[in-house]
């Protein structure tokens, strides 16, 4: 029993010995890893509100009449100044028939029909592009070769070489690359101090060289003694999205530096980029079909007279402009009558905003005729969502796949902006989660137990943060809304920042 007990405890110290040896080592090299990271007052975010609402409408009041003329058409009288009160039935204006040449107006539909058509083509290729990763990271691909780095020749027994060297002497040594190409060689004289004297004297060298080339086979005059080792060496790069993880690309360097795979970046947008040209396209669409209604619209009113060119009142009140007979604008309203001096506009919000804009509150809108501004306040807000189609683009900042209500506000028209005016709606609303932190995306990483980040702790280590996420801003921050603070200071999640417990030196900037 004692014969068996005795090898085991031999075994046991060994092993111990062995797994002591392998935790020291990965402690020491784990030791030499240094994580970069950066303080979240340079990366991040805090006290964001959110965005201002922009939304695009045309002026009306509750009974007007905007009447436009072609370019071109002779005006035979005007009937009303301005000032003047109208009753519906009335004959505003006589124009000359045959002088309505409406097709200037109508090319400008046209034009403006493409314009539409163009940008709703290019929203639906932007919302089926697939986006490319918002930021890409690289990492060694590494691999572990085992290979002689060198094979050393000695004057075996009872032999010698040339008149210099007897058994035991060092001749000559030849390293290798860990392809196993020769790296050079070294040659040895034959009285040696310790370790080996290598041979300078060119003439030497080339006297050993022509001598070695007259042994058929060097094994029957040198022991060849030479050692397998182990070592880790490059072969190429992995290319992984830092979002998830994923892996995209890989590059790889073969051993004479020809390059066996080859990384070709992504082409296109990435999540952030795409989200903007959406927005911005979305805008675009919804100014263009704007235009596109409101040169309708005064086309319509181009062919509104009788078969005696006359142009008869719809509405009774009083006329707020009239343009001069022998120099007016086309582009504008030749005459305008309004029952009211109230002007309104309508917008739309969507329902991120709707706790955050009320009744009574005030939005600023401008003119894209003339530029005038003026403060307009909400009289009406809708109970549902606008299913219209022209409201249908909600230009507000914040989440955009959201419905969208309209509302009204109404403004002076002593504003100088005019009834059947184009405008540009803007609300400011107030406390939109007032106080909300966000951090890059590429910060945060997601495994069994939840959304992580890794952080540097008070002893200047890296350790792993559970966080609380919130709603995600332009596609590249999200909210963190437990877990850190704006003093912390974060690594970036990969590579040697996805390593717990190593050091962390703090930078102005990660390199990733």
């Keep these: ?9 031999v075994i046991v110290v060994i092993a ?3 797994v002591g040896g392998l935790y020291g080592y990965f402690r020491y090299n784990r030791g030499k890893k240094i994580a970069q990271v950066v303080s979240l007052t340079t990366y991040g975010m805090d006290g964001y509100w959110g965005d201002s609402i922009e939304s695009y409408g045309t002026v009306t ?90 094979k050393i020749y000695v004057v075996k027994e009872g032999a010698s070489f040339m008149d210099d060297y007897t058994e035991g002497d060092r001749v000559f040594s030849i390293e290798y690359e860990p392809n196993g190409d020769e790296f050079g060689r070294l040659y040895y004289s034959s009285v040696s101090l310790y370790p080996y004297d290598e041979v300078k004297d060119i003439d030497k060298i080339n006297a050993i060289k022509e001598e ?32 998830n993880g994923n892996i995209i690309g890989h590059e790889g360097i073969g051993p004479h530096g020809e390059i066996r795979e080859e990384y070709i970046e992504p082409k296109g947008y990435t999540p952030t980029q795409l989200e903007e040209a959406i927005e911005q396209t979305k805008k675009d669409l919804a100014r263009a079909e704007l235009d596109l209604r409101i040169k309708a619209n005064q086309l319509e009113e181009m062919k509104n007279t009788n078969e005696n060119g006359e142009m008869i009142a719809k509405v009774s009140g009083t006329v707020s402009k009239v343009q001069s007979a022998d120099n007016y604008n086309s582009t504008q ?23 955050n804009v009320h009744v009574g509150d005030k939005v600023s809108v401008m003119s894209w005729d003339n530029g005038m ?30 419905s969208n209500y309209v509302f009204k506000a109404s403004f002076d028209r002593s504003s100088g902006i005019e009834i059947g005016a184009a405008v540009d709606i803007t ?15 590429f910060f945060i990483r997601k495994d069994s137990g939840g959304n992580y980040v890794m952080r540097m702790n008070e002893k200047n280590r890296l350790e792993k943060v559970y966080v609380k996420i919130g709603k995600s801003l332009w596609g590249e921050m999200l909210e963190v809304k437990s877990g850190i603070t704006m003093d912390d200071c974060l690594a970036f999640p990969y590579g040697n920042g996805a390593i717990e417990g190593i050091k962390c030196k703090k930078v102005e900037s990660l390199d990733y």
């Design 373 to 402: 501004t003026a403060d307009a306040v909400i009289t009406d807000i809708s109970d549902s969502p606008d299913t219209s189609e022209e409201n249908n683009y909600y230009m507000g900042g914040g989440n955009t796949n959201v």
């Design 61 to 150: 009041a509750e009974k007007s009449q905007t009447t436009y003329l072609a370019s071109g058409t002779e005006v035979l009288s005007v009937n009303f100044a301005e000032g003047d009160h109208v009753e519906a039935g009335d004959v505003l204006l006589t124009v000359k028939k045959e002088s309505q040449n409406i097709r200037g107006k109508e090319l400008e539909v046209e034009k403006a029909q493409q314009i539409y058509t163009a940008n709703v083509n290019r929203l639906e290729r932007l919302e089926n592009t697939t986006p490319i990763p918002e930021h890409i990271a690289s990492q060694a691909d590494t691999r572990d070769i085992t290979y002689i780095p060198e």
């Design 427 to 441: 609300i400011t609303p107030d406390n939109v989660e007032a106080g909300g932190m966000y951090i890059p995306n």
């Design 212 to 243: 070695l080339g007259k042994i058929e086979d060097l094994s029957t005059v040198f022991e060849i003694y030479e050692e397998e080792v182990t070592t880790e060496i490059t072969v190429g790069n992995w290319y992984y999205d830092t979002s």
């Design 333 to 355: 309203p030749f005459m305008i009558v309004s029952a009211t001096d109230e002007y309104f506009i309508s917008g739309t919000i969507g329902e991120f905003y709707l706790g």
């Design 16 to 18: 111990g010995l062995v």
């Design 1 to 9: 029993m004692k014969k068996i007990i005795k090898p085991l405890i």
